[in-house]
T-cell receptor, first 112, second 115 residues
Framework: AQSVSQHNHHVILSEAASLELGCNYS??????LFWYVQYPGQHLQLLLK??????LVKGIKGFEAEFIKSKFSFNLRKPSVQWSDTAEYFC??????????FGQGTELSVKP | DGGITQSPKYLFRKEGQNVTLSCEQN?????MYWYRQDPGQGLRLIYY???????QKGDIAEGYSVSREKKESFPLTVTSAQKNPTAFYLC??????????????FGNGTRLTVT
């Protein structure tokens, strides 16, 4: 069965620090990959997505993610975080049965 | 503005009562979904509907029921059979009939507390 794992439950960074949030999935076939973000008090929204092509995808607000097929990973990165990046981040994988499976979420706190 | 409206934002019920959560979208999306969000568990799929008058069970459908009589509406009923109903419920929609390859648009959620 499909599963998605986000290893970091809560990450605390200072402003300007670099960010990398891990996401690993288990599925041997073709996958579509997503990162969603939930800012405090706001609805979940799409940050970026990968369907095919260049494995390095860029999203909104300076975020990017790299799909490494051999590692079944789709880690989210940002070179320099801001206080406004404080949010909960969800990795999601779409494959069989046209369903989307979400990871457990990573709460990011950025200290000003 | 197009979007998904969930109401109410907060809902309180006594144990043993059924309760219905509303979800309306004006995005003209075919597919709609209900997720449950619990701390440390991410989002888990309860039910989804890819077209009017059709819906499928997700991973945790027990104790829930849905209907899809209109394209715009996908209400979720939390029945008394749901053993742990207190949670944050999210409704979503997608333009295509398949969440695996179509980004989801989410509502603001309903926080249900059952005592």
């Amino acid at each position: 069965a499909q599963s998605v794992s986000q290893h970091n439950h809560h990450v605390i960074l200072s402003e300007a620090a670099s960010l990398e949030l891990g996401c690993n999935y288990s599925y041997g076939g073709t996958v579509n990959l997503f990162w969603y973000v939930q800012y405090p008090g706001q609805h979940l929204q799409l940050l970026l997505k990968y369907f095919s092509g260049d494995p390095l995808v860029k999203g909104i607000k300076g975020f990017e993610a790299e799909f490494i097929k051999s590692k079944f990973s789709f880690n989210l990165r940002k070179p320099s975080v801001q206080w406004s990046d404080t949010a909960e981040y969800f990795c999601a994988v779409g494959a069989e049965k046209r369903k989307l499976i979400f990871g457990q979420g990573t709460e990011l706190s950025v200290k000003p | 503005d197009g979007g998904i409206t969930q109401s109410p934002k907060y809902l309180f019920r006594k144990e043993g009562q059924n309760v219905t959560l509303s979800c309306e979208q004006n995005l003209n999306h075919d597919a709609m979904y209900w997720y449950r969000q619990d701390p440390g568990q991410g989002l888990r799929l309860i039910y989804y509907s890819q077209i009017v008058n059709d819906f499928q069970k997700g991973d945790i459908a027990e104790g829930y029921s849905v209907s899809r009589e209109k394209k715009e509406s996908f209400p979720l009923t939390v029945t008394s059979a749901q053993k742990n109903p207190t949670a944050f419920y999210l409704c979503a929609s997608s333009i295509m009939q398949g969440a695996s390859n179509s980004p989801l648009h989410f509502g603001n959620g309903t926080r249900l507390t059952v005592t």
